[in-house]
C-alpha cells in the first residue's frame, strides 16, 4: 500500500497530514506557511510510496447554502489544479471540511493539548487536516466515490 497526504489548504498558512504506510490511519504532520506548501509535499511524496491526496473544500464542495461559494473556495481548487498539474499521475480528491475546525479543537482538548497551545495560529490545522485525511479514508473504504 501506499501513504496519502491530506491538506486543509489556507491563504496564509495550511496544515499537512499523512497516512500510515499502509494507508489505513491519518495523523497530522505539521502547519506549514503556504508559500512553502509545495516544497514540503515535495519531501514527503519523495520519502515514501505515495498514492495521492485528499484536498478539504469547504460547506459540501464549496457551496454555501446561504451564499454559494465560500471565500476560500476558488483558491482551493486552484491549488487542487496546481497539484494535478504538479503530480499528474496522481489523484487529487476534494473532501467536504464541514466543521473540522471545530472537531479538531475537541480532539485536541481530548488528547490534552492545553488552552494556551490550541489559540496559537495554526495549532490546529495539522488536525484538521487528519481529520480531513481519515474522512477520505473512510469514504474510501465504504466504497464512496467522488
Not at 499502509?22 to 519531501?43: C, D, H, W, Y
Request: proline share 3%.
Amino acid at each position: 500500500m501506499s501513504r496519502w497526504i491530506g491538506i486543509d489548504f489556507g491563504a496564509a498558512r495550511t496544515g499537512i497530514a499523512h497516512t500510515d504506510a499502509q494507508g489505513l490511519m491519518a495523523f497530522p504532520f505539521k502547519t506549514v506557511p503556504t508559500s512553502e506548501l509545495i516544497n514540503v509535499l515535495e519531501r514527503l511524496v519523495e520519502e515514501a510510496d505515495f498514492a495521492g491526496f485528499a484536498l478539504g473544500l469547504p460547506n459540501a464542495w464549496g457551496l454555501n447554502l446561504q451564499t454559494g461559494a465560500t471565500h476560500s473556495t476558488n483558491l482551493i481548487l486552484d491549488f487542487q489544479k496546481q497539484l494535478k498539474k504538479k503530480w499528474p499521475n496522481y489523484p487529487v480528491h476534494l473532501v467536504d471540511e464541514t466543521n473540522t475546525s471545530a472537531e479538531a479543537v475537541q480532539a485536541s482538548i481530548s488528547g490534552g493539548m492545553k488552552k494556551k497551545k490550541r489559540r496559537e495560529k495554526g495549532s490546529l490545522d495539522a488536525v484538521a487536516a487528519a481529520l480531513i485525511l481519515q474522512r477520505f479514508l473512510e469514504q474510501k473504504s465504504s466504497g464512496f466515490k467522488k
